[in-house]
T-cell receptor, first 111, second 112 residues
Framework: GQQVMQIPQYQHVQEGEDFTTYCNSS?????IQWYKQRPGGHPVFLIQ?????EVKKQKRLTFQFGEAKKNSSLHITATQTTDVGTYFC???????????FGSGTRLQVQP | NAGVTQTPKFQVLKTGQSMTLQCAQD?????MSWYRQDPGMGLRLIHY???????DQGEVPNGYNVSRSTTEDFPLRLLSAAPSQTSVYFC???????????FGNGTRLTVT
């Protein structure tokens, strides 16, 4: 079945450093979504990308969707302690009307 | 609006016991789904429903049953709990299956 892989699994940065997480799908995606989960919390929707090559920004967060629609990235500029959490990408499962989630990247920010 | 409400927040079961995790949403969403989250494994889909009266299996359905008699409610039943079902369970809803998901706060289940 479809696989959605994320790297790295974990990243520890100093506050102010940049951070990037990458998401790769084994199949072409119609769209990709990104979620953030704070420690002890539930996933919260961040953004959805639909078009090939699409780039969207939310303040210090930049999201990209690859030209082939099989990969995506989330880049955070100048991390803050409020960015701590796990970031998940999710793509449409080709066999089901459902989202398949990547395993997530856990971000720790040292103040 | 309450959004997606899950009960209970915590539950401890003994092996072989049964229970139902409740999920309700007040956003009139057609789509609802259940995921389980285990350390290092992300969110894995258990069951989903595209509307009242329609349910389907996800990636890891064994040991779980669901029903969708109303648009608002989507309970998850564990028929005979096993230690392998120790996990955090999230219910989520959305307008359509590829729309952004709204998650409940989760149920932390421990099976001993």
């Amino acid at each position: 079945g479809q696989q959605v892989m994320q790297i790295p699994q974990y990243q520890h940065v100093q506050e102010g450093e940049d951070f990037t997480t990458y998401c790769n799908s084994s199949t072409t995606l119609s769209n990709i979504q990104w979620y953030k989960q704070r420690p002890g919390g539930h996933p919260v929707f961040l953004i959805q990308l639909v078009k090939s090559g699409e780039v969207k920004k939310q303040k210090r967060l930049t999201f990209q969707f690859g030209e082939a629609k099989k990969n995506s990235s989330l880049h955070i500029t100048a991390t803050q302690t409020t960015d701590v959490g796990t970031y998940f990408c999710a793509g449409e499962d080709t066999g089901r009307r459902a989202l398949t989630f990547g395993s997530g990247t856990r971000l720790q920010v040292q103040p | 609006n309450a959004g997606v409400t899950q009960t209970p927040k915590f539950q401890v079961l003994k092996t072989g016991q049964s229970m139902t995790l409740q999920c309700a949403q007040d956003m009139n969403h057609e789509y609802m789904s259940w995921y389980r989250q285990d350390p290092g494994m992300g969110l894995r889909l258990i069951h989903y429903s595209v509307g009242a009266g329609i349910t389907d299996q996800g990636e890891v359905p064994n040991g779980y049953n669901v029903s969708r008699s109303t648009t608002e409610d989507f309970p998850l039943r564990l028929l005979s709990a096993a230690p392998s079902q120790t996990s955090v369970y999230f219910c989520a809803s959305s307008r359509f299956y590829n729309s952004p998901l709204h998650f409940g706060n989760g149920t932390r289940l421990t099976v001993t």
